[in-house]
Protein backbone atom coordinates (compact mmCIF):
# COMPACT_ATOMS: atom_id res chain seq x y z
CA UNK A 1 0.00 0.00 0.00
CA UNK A 2 3.11 2.12 0.78
CA UNK A 3 5.42 1.07 -2.34
CA UNK A 4 5.84 4.52 -5.00
CA UNK A 5 3.95 6.55 -3.03
CA UNK A 6 6.31 7.10 -0.05
CA UNK A 7 10.17 6.18 1.37
CA UNK A 8 9.91 3.84 4.21
CA UNK A 9 11.79 2.78 6.79
CA UNK A 10 11.46 0.32 9.94
CA UNK A 11 13.10 1.26 13.32
CA UNK A 12 16.00 -1.03 12.51
CA UNK A 13 17.25 1.69 9.88
CA UNK A 14 17.76 3.27 13.10
CA UNK A 15 20.56 2.07 15.13
CA UNK A 16 20.36 3.08 18.75
CA UNK A 17 16.51 3.67 19.11
CA UNK A 18 15.11 2.42 22.45
CA UNK A 19 12.60 -0.18 22.40
CA UNK A 20 9.20 1.52 23.99
CA UNK A 21 7.88 -0.16 26.14
CA UNK A 22 3.49 -0.76 26.00
CA UNK A 23 2.52 0.07 28.81
CA UNK A 24 -1.27 1.51 28.26
CA UNK A 25 -3.97 0.04 28.53
CA UNK A 26 -5.82 0.59 24.98
CA UNK A 27 -4.32 0.07 21.89
CA UNK A 28 -4.32 3.55 20.98
CA UNK A 29 -2.37 4.17 24.33
CA UNK A 30 0.55 2.01 23.03
CA UNK A 31 0.39 2.97 19.50
CA UNK A 32 0.42 6.86 21.42
CA UNK A 33 3.86 6.02 23.52
CA UNK A 34 5.34 4.64 20.57
CA UNK A 35 5.05 7.09 17.56
CA UNK A 36 5.42 10.02 19.86
CA UNK A 37 7.91 8.40 21.49
CA UNK A 38 9.95 7.26 18.13
CA UNK A 39 9.07 10.55 16.39
CA UNK A 40 10.81 12.42 19.00
CA UNK A 41 14.59 10.97 17.91
CA UNK A 42 14.17 10.86 14.35
CA UNK A 43 13.35 13.02 11.79
CA UNK A 44 10.34 12.23 9.55
CA UNK A 45 6.97 10.87 10.55
CA UNK A 46 6.46 7.74 13.01
CA UNK A 47 3.64 5.53 11.66
CA UNK A 48 3.55 3.50 14.95
CA UNK A 49 0.17 0.72 15.77
CA UNK A 50 -0.94 -1.61 18.38
CA UNK A 51 -3.54 -4.75 17.85
CA UNK A 52 -4.74 -7.59 19.00
CA UNK A 53 -7.91 -9.76 19.33
CA UNK A 54 -11.37 -9.04 20.77
CA UNK A 55 -13.97 -11.54 21.92
CA UNK A 56 -17.09 -10.65 22.88
CA UNK A 57 -17.67 -13.68 24.82
CA UNK A 58 -14.12 -13.20 26.70
CA UNK A 59 -15.16 -9.29 27.17
CA UNK A 60 -13.30 -8.06 24.45
CA UNK A 61 -10.26 -10.38 25.88
CA UNK A 62 -7.10 -10.92 24.99
CA UNK A 63 -7.37 -7.15 23.53
CA UNK A 64 -3.97 -5.46 24.11
CA UNK A 65 -2.63 -8.40 25.96
CA UNK A 66 -2.68 -10.30 23.14
CA UNK A 67 0.74 -11.33 22.26
CA UNK A 68 1.01 -12.34 26.19
CA UNK A 69 -2.35 -14.15 26.96
CA UNK A 70 -1.33 -17.60 27.18
CA UNK A 71 1.24 -16.09 29.82
CA UNK A 72 4.60 -15.42 27.76
CA UNK A 73 5.00 -12.70 25.75
CA UNK A 74 4.88 -13.91 21.58
CA UNK A 75 4.28 -17.33 22.25
CA UNK A 76 1.21 -17.67 19.62
CA UNK A 77 0.86 -21.92 20.88
CA UNK A 78 0.24 -20.68 23.93
CA UNK A 79 -1.84 -18.00 23.55
CA UNK A 80 -4.33 -20.07 21.33
CA UNK A 81 -4.29 -22.70 24.03
CA UNK A 82 -5.39 -20.25 26.45
CA UNK A 83 -7.67 -18.82 23.87
CA UNK A 84 -9.26 -22.63 22.86
CA UNK A 85 -9.53 -23.53 26.83
CA UNK A 86 -11.36 -19.92 27.63
CA UNK A 87 -13.99 -20.62 24.78
CA UNK A 88 -13.92 -24.28 25.18
CA UNK A 89 -18.21 -24.94 25.57
CA UNK A 90 -18.88 -21.12 24.48
CA UNK A 91 -21.35 -20.86 21.84
CA UNK A 92 -21.17 -17.11 21.04
CA UNK A 93 -17.89 -17.04 19.08
CA UNK A 94 -17.90 -13.52 17.49
CA UNK A 95 -14.46 -11.87 17.32
CA UNK A 96 -12.91 -9.02 15.90
CA UNK A 97 -9.15 -8.23 15.20
CA UNK A 98 -8.46 -4.14 15.40
CA UNK A 99 -5.67 -2.06 14.70
CA UNK A 100 -5.09 1.62 15.88
CA UNK A 101 -2.01 3.09 14.16
CA UNK A 102 -0.84 7.11 15.34
CA UNK A 103 1.04 8.85 13.10
CA UNK A 104 3.26 11.63 14.65
CA UNK A 105 6.28 13.73 14.05
CA UNK A 106 8.68 15.68 16.36
CA UNK A 107 6.96 14.72 18.97
CA UNK A 108 3.24 15.68 18.52
CA UNK A 109 0.68 13.18 17.57
CA UNK A 110 -1.14 14.45 14.19
CA UNK A 111 -3.60 11.50 13.78
CA UNK A 112 -5.00 7.74 14.87
CA UNK A 113 -6.60 5.33 12.48
CA UNK A 114 -8.52 2.44 13.14
CA UNK A 115 -9.26 -0.50 11.43
CA UNK A 116 -10.93 -3.95 12.36
CA UNK A 117 -12.36 -6.91 10.84
CA UNK A 118 -15.16 -8.99 12.76
CA UNK A 119 -15.90 -12.85 12.55
CA UNK A 120 -15.66 -15.57 14.66
CA UNK A 121 -13.39 -18.00 16.41
CA UNK A 122 -13.38 -21.71 15.22
CA UNK A 123 -13.56 -24.47 18.01
CA UNK A 124 -9.74 -26.05 16.38
CA UNK A 125 -6.88 -24.46 14.63
CA UNK A 126 -6.79 -24.88 10.88
CA UNK A 127 -4.12 -23.88 8.92
CA UNK A 128 -0.49 -22.91 8.61
CA UNK A 129 -0.32 -19.43 7.26
CA UNK A 130 0.03 -16.22 8.50
CA UNK A 131 0.89 -15.78 12.78
CA UNK A 132 -1.04 -14.96 16.16
CA UNK A 133 -4.84 -15.93 16.18
CA UNK A 134 -5.40 -16.51 12.34
CA UNK A 135 -5.83 -20.29 12.67
CA UNK A 136 -8.56 -19.78 15.27
CA UNK A 137 -10.14 -16.83 13.36
CA UNK A 138 -12.44 -16.94 10.52
CA UNK A 139 -13.38 -13.26 8.68
CA UNK A 140 -17.33 -12.54 7.96
CA UNK A 141 -18.63 -13.62 4.66
CA UNK A 142 -15.76 -16.41 4.38
CA UNK A 143 -15.27 -20.14 5.57
CA UNK A 144 -12.08 -20.83 5.86
CA UNK A 145 -9.35 -19.04 9.10
CA UNK A 146 -6.91 -16.15 7.81
CA UNK A 147 -4.21 -18.83 8.13
CA UNK A 148 -6.45 -20.50 5.76
CA UNK A 149 -6.74 -17.95 2.99
CA UNK A 150 -3.09 -16.80 2.69
CA UNK A 151 -1.34 -13.90 3.32
CA UNK A 152 -2.58 -12.16 0.07
CA UNK A 153 -6.46 -12.31 1.12
CA UNK A 154 -5.85 -11.71 5.26
CA UNK A 155 -3.55 -8.54 3.51
CA UNK A 156 -6.59 -7.49 1.66
CA UNK A 157 -9.66 -7.90 4.53
CA UNK A 158 -7.27 -7.43 7.53
CA UNK A 159 -7.45 -5.11 10.32
CA UNK A 160 -3.94 -3.38 9.71
CA UNK A 161 -4.84 -2.98 6.24
CA UNK A 162 -7.86 -0.67 6.60
CA UNK A 163 -5.93 1.03 9.37
CA UNK A 164 -3.14 1.69 6.96
CA UNK A 165 -5.55 2.76 4.04
CA UNK A 166 -7.08 5.50 6.45
CA UNK A 167 -3.41 6.75 6.98
CA UNK A 168 -2.31 6.66 3.82
CA UNK A 169 -5.30 8.63 3.03
CA UNK A 170 -4.26 10.98 5.58
CA UNK A 171 -0.89 11.79 4.05
CA UNK A 172 -2.09 11.83 0.99
CA UNK A 173 -4.28 14.99 1.65
CA UNK A 174 -2.16 16.61 4.82
CA UNK A 175 1.28 16.07 3.61
CA UNK A 176 2.98 16.81 -0.19
CA UNK A 177 6.52 15.02 0.15
CA UNK A 178 6.95 12.73 3.45
CA UNK A 179 9.85 10.27 4.30
CA UNK A 180 7.87 7.97 6.69
CA UNK A 181 9.97 5.76 9.17
CA UNK A 182 7.37 3.33 10.10
CA UNK A 183 7.73 2.08 14.08
CA UNK A 184 5.94 -0.90 13.52
CA UNK A 185 6.03 -3.82 15.96
CA UNK A 186 4.15 -6.63 15.59
CA UNK A 187 1.80 -8.37 18.14
Excluded at 157 to 180: F, G, P
Amino acid sequence: MLAGRFEVLDVTAFPGLPAIEETGSTFLANALLKAVGISRLVDGWVLADDSGLEVDALGGAPGVWSSSFGGEEGNHAKNNARLLADMSGQFARAARFRCTMVLAKDGVAQADFCGTVEGRLTEAQHGVEGFGYDPLFIPDGYNQTFAELGHATKNLLSHRARALAQAVSWLESHVETVTMPEGHVEN
